[in-house]
């Protein structure tokens, strides 16, 4: 099952605490750059709100990057079937011929290494859940028959 979606509160901390990475060159100047995550299942060019239902941290990361000056042409799933990449990059761009940002924590099944630019436990906004019953002046909500 999958995790989650994180709150856009988690994503504005998480974008306070990128933004704040230096800028950093990209791999090539020649090759095009994508960013791949598993958070996603395809291929997408698209600047996302951190409020927007579609939004992940890879698209997060992309909207930082894209501020630094720093062409990142979409964000693409690092998820694979039998060894194949299960979406396509834009054409004509192939996994062959772009450079792919792996931006998530590791994978001990593919090798991916955790990535600097990964979701981490202190961007996660906590919240405090609300009360499950309300206590009225009376002590007795929630109570059968108590009226």
């Known amino acids: 099952m999958p995790?989650?979606?994180?709150s856009p509160a988690t994503f504005d901390n998480f974008e306070m605490r990128i933004?704040?990475?230096?800028?950093?060159?990209?791999?090539?100047?020649t090759r095009p750059l994508y960013l791949s995550s598993y958070s996603v299942y395809?291929?997408?060019?698209?600047?996302?709100?951190?409020?927007?239902?579609?939004?992940t941290d890879a698209h997060v990361v992309m909207r930082v990057m894209r501020s630094k000056?720093?062409?990142v042409k979409g964000v693409t799933s690092a998820r694979r079937k039998k060894g194949?990449?299960?979406?396509?990059?834009?054409?004509?761009d192939t996994h062959?011929?772009?450079?792919?940002?792996?931006?998530?924590?590791?994978?001990?099944?593919t090798g991916l290494k955790s990535s600097g630019w990964r979701l981490l436990a202190t961007d996660f906004a906590t919240t405090v859940p609300p009360p499950k019953c309300i206590i009225d002046s009376t002590g007795l909500s929630g109570r059968r028959g108590a009226l």
Not at 42 to 55: F, M, Q, V
Request: proline share 11%; aromatic share 10%.
């Open 96 to 109: 062959e011929t772009s450079d792919i940002l792996y931006i998530g924590k590791a994978s001990y099944f």
């Open 19 to 29: 933004s704040k990475f230096p800028a950093f060159p990209p791999l090539s100047k």
């Open 84 to 92: 194949t990449p299960i979406a396509d990059l834009l054409y004509p």
């Open 69 to 71: 000056g720093i062409a």
């Open 3 to 6: 995790s989650k979606q994180p």
């Open 42 to 55: 395809a291929t997408s060019t698209k600047d996302r709100r951190n409020d927007d239902a579609l939004c």
